[in-house]
């Protein structure tokens, strides 16, 4: 197909605005339209040069009547009295000039509305060699982003930002996993992992069963991404143990089958220094009762050794089945005269012991079913991204003590053991409400791990995806080492911040109205952020939405004594929340 088949005449380069290389403006022609978001090209001849062709996005559009003076005039005009003409004007942001000679776009210049080759050289995709789907533009093209800058190439991290409950950040970040998984931009995409944290409901306990609403148009959507409209193919999930229940069965109620549960026993939390993780909260690391905490830790490592077969550990005589009777321990050595010198450090006073005991303690009732000896200790209790790509840990159910402390643990394991194993396959880690694990103020154990992947998790092969209502409020080192950032949906007040710098004016006031679906793209080789709705999962978000839960599924498998002897029947169709209006 020739080019003139592939592009539209929409107008000419106003001569009444000034035009420069960086922006300009289009008088529309009356017989056709531009809106925000569309692509156009211009070209103009230079001597000895040749042509030189303009690429640009469509930022504003405005419209008004051409020799109305008054407001009242329009009536007039309306009626036919006062003659005037309608002229609308587009503004365009330059985003590429090739060759690069960066001369102003000539007025009068004919101005077309950019497609096929001239759409991707507009947008960068033809420098692509890995493109990576992330939805559909205004003109219902596709939009890539590239995969050098999501797999440590030459950049890694994605920042996705909005206000909780409409933006669809959850959806827009976990379509992103399947583009990257099944996209074909990733050499050995069957290595790479991808660990998500659930923090908002059972909704991520369905990844592995297909939408009931998935019809030919949503497949053809997918299609046109180059995406099957499936579901993820290989997931294990995780969720904490049911309180107060002695088998291990895991604390879910939507799913039946397939979710292992997960917990850490004594001897574990004391060999593997992981008292640190229970005082999470950002501002802990300003007081001085951050010494005791790792003297703490330094004698639980070494004074701890295992006992049985159900995790319990023997800390300097003592043996500790439950999180409370360490914690004793704990308080009864650091207290104690004779011990506490060497417990809780030679110049530690009394006052900043007891800031640390009366914390430790209530640390207890969030803690104690995550941190057990009793219970029959298996393999698959352990949270792991070795078996399956996808590994949800369903953490809603907890306090948000607890949360830190799974988020951070869990964070840290998996960043030692891909470091361990060297360069290879990506793991790719999904955290919802980044703001309240690394904010931007203080510091804590959780923190440190977060920046430590920002800024080494790309030599690594650990990227971060992670998702925020207010980026203001997140550290800015993990923000600005982020290479791709993700706007949907914004509070008027969080969209003046400078976070949103790399929005232009007219999108910042855009991200106030954008819809379920719409989400502002930025990276590093296209200069305006690009605007894309996304198609609707493919996989179940809800129980309302699941069909056949897969009988056989990639989750870690349990002990005999402690599966579920319901795991075998069907679950139910629907549920008594049906009606609620989808998550996306």
């Not at 690069?100 to 000539?106: A, D, G, S």
């Not at 499936?230 to 999930?237: I, L, T």
């Not at 006052?351 to 298996?378: E, P």
Request: aromatic share 8%; with cysteine.
């Amino acid at each position: 197909m020739d080019q003139e088949t592939l592009t539209t005449v929409v107008g000419r380069v106003a001569g009444t605005e000034d035009s420069t290389p960086l922006q300009f403006c289009v008088a529309i022609d009356p017989e056709a339209y531009l809106q925000l978001d569309d692509v156009v090209v211009t070209r103009r001849q230079l001597p000895g040069l040749g042509e030189v062709t303009s690429y640009g996005v469509v930022t504003q559009v405005s419209a008004r009547h051409e020799g109305a003076s008054f407001g009242s005039d329009v009536f007039l005009i309306s009626d036919g009295v006062l003659p005037a003409q309608v002229q609308e004007i587009a503004e365009i942001a330059t985003t590429r000039v090739e060759p690069e000679c960066y001369v102003p776009p000539k007025p009068g210049s004919v101005v077309e509305r950019a497609k096929g080759e001239d759409r991707a050289q507009a947008l960068y995709f033809d420098n692509m060699t890995r493109q990576v789907a992330v939805g559909l533009g205004r003109d219902g093209e596709p939009v890539y982003l590239n995969m050098d800058f999501l797999d440590g190439t030459r950049g890694a991290h994605v920042s996705i930002s909005g206000v909780s409950g409409v933006a669809t950040k959850t959806s827009f970040a976990l379509f992103l996993l399947h583009s990257i998984f099944r996209g074909g931009a990733l050499p050995n995409a069957h290595n790479a992992k991808a660990l998500v944290f659930s923090v908002k409901g059972e909704d991520l306990l369905f990844l592995d069963t297909p939408n009931v609403h998935l019809d030919e148009k949503l497949t053809g959507e997918y299609l046109k991404l180059g995406l099957p409209a499936e579901p993820f193919a290989s997931v294990g999930f995780y969720a904490p143990p049911t309180p107060s229940d002695t088998t291990g069965k895991p604390y879910v109620t939507g799913r039946t089958s397939g979710v292992g549960a997960f917990w850490w026993t004594i001897a574990e939390f004391c060999a593997q220094d992981l008292l640190p993780y229970v005082f999470a909260d950002a501002e802990d690391e300003r007081n001085q009762y951050t010494m005791v905490i790792h003297q703490v830790a330094n004698r639980l490592h070494h004074d701890s050794t295992p006992a049985g077969k159900d995790g319990a550990a023997t800390v300097d005589g003592v043996l500790c089945r439950t999180y409370a009777e360490l914690i004793d321990v704990i308080c009864d050595r650091v207290t104690d005269e004779e011990t506490r010198a060497s417990w809780a450090g030679a110049v530690t006073g009394a006052g900043t012991v007891n800031a640390f005991i009366r914390r430790l303690r209530s640390s207890q009732r969030a803690l104690n079913g995550l941190i057990r000896g009793d219970l029959a200790d298996h393999p698959a209790r352990k949270l792991s991204t070795e078996n399956q790509q996808v590994t949800v840990v369903d953490i809603h159910n907890l306090v948000e003590r607890a949360q830190r402390f799974v988020v951070g643990v869990t964070l840290a394991a998996e960043t030692a053991r891909k470091e361990a194993a060297g360069p290879g396959g990506l793991l790719f880690t999904m955290l919802d409400e980044l703001n309240k694990y690394a904010p931007r103020e203080g510091s804590s154990p959780i923190k440190e791990v977060l920046l430590d992947i920002a800024e080494r998790g790309r030599s690594l092969g650990v990227i971060l995806i992670g998702a925020q209502q207010t980026a203001s409020e997140v550290e800015r080192r993990i923000v600005s080492n982020s290479s791709v950032r993700i706007v949907g949906r914004l509070d008027a007040a969080e969209a003046s911040r400078p976070e949103y710098g790399f929005l232009p004016a007219s999108q910042r006031v855009r991200a106030t109205l954008a819809t379920p679906g719409t989400m502002f793209v930025s990276q590093p080789e296209i200069p305006v952020p690009i605007a894309v709705g996304f198609p609707f999962p493919a996989w179940a978000t809800r129980l309302s939405e699941a069909g056949q839960v897969p009988a056989a599924t990639a989750a870690p498998a349990t002990s005999k004594k402690n599966s579920d002897p319901f795991a075998g029947l069907p679950s139910r169709g629907s549920d008594p929340f049906g009606d609620d209006p989808p998550p996306f």
